[in-house]
């Protein structure tokens, strides 16, 4: 038998409530078959008679009763077993009842909850077992009521019950059959963004990483070896450049162990020490109190301080625009709160057009952009014009 896949949350939602549904229906067919059953044993019924019934009605009960809280696979076993003892039953009354039963008491009690093991079976099997199935109870269906009925027509009648046997369970089964496939395609839908957004998550982590490394190559590598060029680095103000870079290839490695956090003063003293280095006016606004012994996650303060450097860099090197006589008037402001953190580099030097940087220039897409936008609640903008200076700035936004 071609039994169903494992079942997603949804469909699994699904059969459970189907399933509760089946132990309400047992409970009422049960009690509309019992009249009959003992109406057509006069003289009594033996244990097979006993058992039969009990089991017929028994099942869809049971089902009813555990469909809440035992496993899913479970569930469809007893709906199983109720398809399997239905037809077996229909196969016994065939073989032990060989004379009719008085008009009087209606149909065979048997037939009576016919729709209910067909049903069971849509739980646990396909929809082409599950039809086949139907098919095959609807013809037993026919044949037992030929055997039950002593009237003329009873050939009649027994198609009449075959063809009823089918339209009715059809519809009860093709409305479980179709409410399982559609939470089985809601489930692979479900899946299916799952997976993408975790790729999704797994390619902005790598792109994340990487724009570290791009900024750390950018930032670090290549400026210290730039500064090592002009001169000893314990003769130039590269020597702190050199020993920060050093510290984060490090920490890249797993040699130190950063802390957690940094107070808003140390990120205010590292901030100075760019400026102080880079002979660029140096300012920090905000309460007193937040400027003391706040605390700031330190991978903030990295990329702040980092990103902040990468812009005073950029001024000195290029805001100038090659003419060492022009006076090129810097500042780096830091302003606190509560909110936020902001910081503002400037310049009014020659500027220049962002969309005629050239893609393979790391210094803004990767040190500054790149970086702060690896914070979450970070944000780097950049406002420049030919001419008109350059205005940086670099804020983070605790959520």
């Known amino acids: 038998m071609t039994v169903r896949a494992r079942a997603g949350a949804t469909e699994e ?19 509309l078959a019992y009249e009959p059953f003992i109406v057509q044993h006069p003289n009594g019924f033996g244990a097979l008679e006993m058992v039969a019934f009990a089991i017929v009605v028994g099942i869809p009960v049971s089902l009813g009763l555990c469909a809440l809280w035992t496993p899913i696979a479970f569930v469809r076993g007893l ?25 009087a008491s209606g149909m065979p009690w048997v037939l009576t909850i016919s729709a209910m093991p067909v049903v069971c079976l ?54 479980v059959l179709v409410g399982q496939q559609s939470a089985a395609r809601l489930d692979s839908l479900n899946e299916r963004a799952r997976t993408e957004a975790s790729r999704k998550a797994a390619r902005e982590a ?22 090592a060029g002009r001169g000893p680095l314990d003769q130039v103000e590269g020597s702190e450049q050199a020993r920060t870079t050093l510290e984060q290839i490090d920490r890249l490695r797993g040699a130190s162990s950063p802390v957690d956090a940094l107070t808003v003063a140390e990120l205010v003293d590292r901030l100075r020490s760019i400026a102080e280095e880079a002979g660029i006016a140096f300012s920090a606004e905000g309460s007193e109190d937040y400027q ?29 625009g090659g003419d060492e006589r022009r006076a ?28 005629q940087v050239r ?12 970086r702060m936008a690896g914070l979450p609640g970070g944000y780097a903008t950049i406002d420049s014009r030919a001419g008109l200076g350059t205005r940086v700035e670099l804020g983070w936004v605790p959520s």
């Open 13 to 31: 939602r699904v059969i459970r409530i189907t399933a509760l549904a089946l132990g309400v229906g047992g409970v009422i067919f049960g009690a």
């Open 206 to 227: 790598r792109e994340q990483e990487r724009a570290r490394f791009d900024a750390l190559i950018h930032d670090g590598v290549i400026s210290t070896l730039l500064m």
């Open 122 to 175: 849509a739980l646990a099997a396909r929809g082409n077992v599950v039809w086949g199935y139907l098919l095959i109870i609807s013809v037993m269906n026919g044949t037992i009521m030929v055997r039950a009925s002593d009237r003329p027509d009873a050939v009649l009648v027994a198609v009449e019950t075959a063809l009823y046997a089918i339209v009715f369970a059809s519809v009860f089964t093709g409305l």
């Open 359 to 370: 893609p393979e220039r790391l210094g803004i897409a990767r040190s500054i952009r790149g």
């Open 292 to 320: 003391g012994s706040r605390c700031v996650p330190a991978d903030v303060v990295e990329a702040i301080v980092a990103a902040s450097g990468e812009a005073a860099r950029n001024s000195i090197l290029h805001a100038g």
């Open 79 to 103: 709906a199983l077993a109720e398809a399997i003892a239905y037809l077996l039953v229909l196969v016994i009354w065939v073989a032990i009842h060989r004379h009719a039963i008085p008009a």
């Open 328 to 355: 090129v008037h810097r500042s780096l402001a830091v302003t606190l709160s509560e909110a936020s953190i902001v910081v503002r580099v400037r310049d009014d030097g020659i500027g220049f057009e962002e969309v």
